[in-house]
């Protein structure tokens, strides 16, 4: 089945430093890729929607310039957290999708566990 | 607020029995979708009902859609230990947007 390899799975960082998340689809091309945070026994909050090729498009609240998206080519979306705070830690998920008309499902990444220090 | 409501929040069974959990959402879908989370990990894609759908199946999962009501249920039956895990349904809306969960315990 469709896989998403997301990287790193954890990582600490001290408050003032930026942390750059991986989100690649191995088999197959992902047009559309969400970002999603996740606090603890809550549900997904959606960040920001990156289509190939153009700007992502971020949810109310959601600040664009802290949380850079960029989604350069088929496969690979990043999400960099720039001059990252301890309110920043969080458990952050990708997730893709070949077509998102149509109802195909999407295939998410394993998360990335963030603690700013 | 982007979730739709989940209701139980947390729901605690013993092994072999079933597990419901619903889901209600506000504006019209073309589809819902229902994700499993374990903790800590990523969500896997479960089963996906259309809105011209009233029931679907896959293995020891039932999932009904009442677009009328604007609510779906997901049912697992005979449950596991290996079960344990947060549940959520999705509808998309251009993308896809999830409600708050429900942590199902399976007690051996």
């Known amino acids: 089945g469709a896989v998403v390899s997301q990287h790193p799975s954890w990582v600490i960082c001290k408050s003032g430093t930026s942390v750059k998340i991986e989100c690649r689809s191995l088999?197959?091309?992902?047009?559309?890729m969400f970002w999603y945070r996740q606090f603890p026994k809550q549900s997904l909050m959606l960040m920001a929607t990156?289509?190939?090729?153009?700007?992502?498009?971020?949810e109310q609240g959601v600040e664009k310039d802290k949380f850079l998206i960029n989604h350069a080519s088929l496969t690979l979306s990043t999400l960099t957290v720039t001059s990252a705070h301890p309110e920043d830690s969080s458990f952050y998920i990708c997730?893709?999708?070949?077509?998102?008309?149509?109802?195909?499902?999407?295939?998410f990444g394993n998360g990335t566990r963030l603690t700013v220090t | 607020s982007q979730q739709g409501e989940e209701d139980p929040q947390a729901l605690s069974i013993q092994e072999g029995e079933n597990a419901t959990m619903n889901c209600s959402y506000k504006?019209?879908?073309?589809?819902l979708q229902w994700y499993r989370q374990n903790s800590g990990r990523g969500l896997v894609h479960l089963i996906l009902?259309?809105?011209?759908?009233r029931e679907k199946h896959s293995g020891r999962l039932r999932v009904t859609l009442d677009t009328s009501k604007k609510s779906s249920s997901l049912l697992i039956t005979a449950s596991r230990a290996a079960d344990t895990a947060s549940y959520f349904c999705?509808?998309?809306?251009?993308?896809?947007?999830f409600g708050q969960g429900t942590t199902l315990q399976v007690k051996p």
């Open positions: 990156s289509n190939e090729g153009s700007k992502a498009t971020y």
């Open positions: 999705a509808r998309l809306t251009g993308k896809l947007i």
């Open positions: 088999d197959f091309q992902a047009t559309t």
């Open positions: 009902i259309r809105s011209n759908e």
């Open positions: 504006t019209s879908i073309n589809n």
């Open positions: 997730s893709a999708t070949e077509k998102l008309a149509g109802g195909s499902p999407l295939h």
